[in-house]
Antibody, heavy 117, light 110 residues
Framework: QVQVVESGGGVVQPGRSLRLSCAAS????????MHWVRQAPGKGLEWVAL????????NCADSVRGRFTISRDNAKNTVYLEMNSLRAEDTADYYC??????????WGQGSLVTVSS | QSALTQPRSVSGSPGQSVTISCTGT?????????VSWYQQHPGKVPKLMIS???RRPSGVPGRFSGSKSGNTASLTISGLQAEDEADYYC??????????FGTGTKVTVL
């Protein structure tokens, strides 16, 4: 069955960096776009970033552009989110999501990132 | 990248129908058929309920349906059941590999 498992979350000070990883299994990873979606405590869903199936196309939300970078390693069935210059407002659960042609089909359990001094 | 506009809450009695609107612009909801809907129960992971405006994934009950007119998409729950009480989010593709979610709607079953 399809599985996406996030790791790498934790508590980090403002201005510091953190890298999230997402290990995928149960599907042809190299055939699907992958996304990161976040949800701040008690708030709604916010799309963060997308990388196409082969990594040739990617983009991110205005709120993280210039600070966050999405990447993937199809040999390892893994997608990453490199987060730099973290701010308190980046505190959220970060979900890794498998795309199925424009829809977020399969979600991980989420990885909590807390930005606090 | 402004969030799509959804009503903060809707409610209905068991068996009734409720409709949630999702209003965007001609650059997102109105520009592409990549509109999807997600259900999220408290403390749980979001679940895909509708893709491509009106497609229902396998396993999603038939009482959930989606549609779109112009810059507004809608999710209708017919024959409301207690387990449908949850938060619902729409999402739309805006072009250039960018997506945007709606503000979210809390559905209450009276």
């Amino acid at each position: 069955q399809v599985q996406v498992v996030e790791s790498g979350g934790g508590v980090v000070q403002p201005g510091r960096s953190l890298r999230l990883s997402c290990a995928a299994s149960g599907f042809a990873f190299g055939n699907h776009g992958m996304h990161w979606v976040r949800q701040a405590p008690g708030k709604g869903l916010e799309w963060v970033a997308l990388i196409s199936y082969d990594g040739s196309n990617k983009n991110c939300a205005d709120s993280v552009r210039g600070r966050f970078t999405i990447s993937r390693d199809n040999a390892k069935n893994t997608v990453y989110l490199e987060m730099n210059s973290l701010r308190a407002e980046d505190t959220a659960d970060y979900y890794c999501v498998k795309e199925d042609i424009g829809a977020f089909e399969s979600w991980g359990q989420g990885s909590l990132v807390t930005v606090s001094s | 990248q402004s969030a799509l506009t959804q009503p903060r809450s809707v409610s209905g009695s068991p068996g009734q129908s409720v409709t949630i609107s999702c209003t965007g612009t001609s650059s997102d909801v109105g520009g592409y058929n990549y509109v999807s809907w997600y259900q999220q129960h408290p403390g749980k992971v979001p679940k895909l309920m509708i893709s491509h405006v009106s497609r229902r994934p396998s396993g999603v009950p038939g009482r959930f349906s989606g549609s779109k007119s112009g810059n507004t998409a809608s999710l209708t729950i017919s024959g409301l059941q207690a387990e449908d009480e949850a938060d619902y989010y729409c999402c739309a593709y805006t072009g250039n590999y960018i997506y945007v979610f709606g503000t979210g709607t809390k559905v209450t079953v009276l």
